[in-house]
């Protein structure tokens, strides 16, 4: 019996005998929907937005990033890396993992879909949980900011496409931190031929000495999202962003 990608979605992410076996502190995450549309907007809300939210905001309960407004060249990026299995090939990080069945699972018109309806959602500024950063000393964090991530990721971390250096700012404090922890770790950005992604894996082992330093570059990007709708809709017509569009 041959088995369809949607099916070998289902599979991948809740087992034979319909229980989840991701990590297992991990919530559950929801059963996922296909869909044979190639409308972006209905690809998203059928498939994207039970773990992103529906306006891309990210749950946390589900460790998922906020994606709005991601720019398009970033997003047909990622979406490369976890079909090719540069990233999602490993058990241990479920949240990638899953990802990278749900992007085997989606054809590259729907992809393209997708991916130009999440850079036409307005970006979410983080608030709240989502942007706190505990105990941590945002000054020291702009020192490493300053010296070693400015440089691609721009001084207001809107990123840049000729760096392939995503937006930071719109993403969570705590997925931030997570993720530049993994990079430190080696359980992203070390796999053969991710370019970008080694650039990172060497930066955190290089310049990040500890786990109080990450927190405190984090926590200064956080200061480097807008407070205000109006601060908002400067940074999205900012050239950073129409770049990658």
Not at 65 to 78: C, D, E, K, L
Not at 139 to 146: C, N, V
Not at 194 to 220: C, S
Request: contains cysteine; glycine residues 8%; charged residues 20%.
């Amino acid at each position: 019996m041959k088995i369809k990608p949607v099916q070998l979605l289902a599979l991948v992410l809740f087992g034979i005998g319909g229980g989840c076996w991701l990590v297992a502190e991990t919530p559950a995450a929801p059963a996922v929907a296909s869909t044979q549309s190639v409308d972006g907007k209905v690809i998203f809300q059928t498939v994207c937005a039970q773990c992103h939210g529906s306006a891309g905001e990210g749950k946390p309960e589900l460790k998922s990033p906020s994606i709005a407004g991601m720019p398009s060249w970033y997003v047909n990026t990622q979406f490369a890396n976890l079909r090719e299995g540069r990233r999602g090939h490993d058990a241990a990080d479920p949240q990638s993992f899953m990802m990278a069945a749900v992007a085997k699972a989606l054809q590259p018109e729907q992809i393209k879909a997708v991916v130009a309806h999440v850079e036409q959602m307005p970006m979410k500024v983080p608030v709240g949980k989502d942007r706190e950063m505990a105990n941590t000393n945002p000054q020291e964090g702009m020192r490493l900011f300053q010296e070693r991530c400015m440089e691609c990721h721009r001084y207001n971390a809107s990123g840049e496409m000729a760096f392939g250096s995503p937006p930071l700012i719109g993403r969570q404090g705590w997925y931030l931190e997570e993720q530049l922890k993994k990079f430190k770790a080696g359980k992203r950005g070390a796999v053969k031929n991710d370019v970008n992604g080694a650039k990172m894996v060497q930066m955190t082992t290089l310049f990040i000495e500890d786990e109080q330093m990450l927190r405190d570059v984090v926590a200064y990007i956080m200061t480097l999202n807008p407070e205000s709708k109006e601060q908002q809709q400067i940074i999205e017509g900012s050239p950073f962003e129409s770049a990658g569009r």
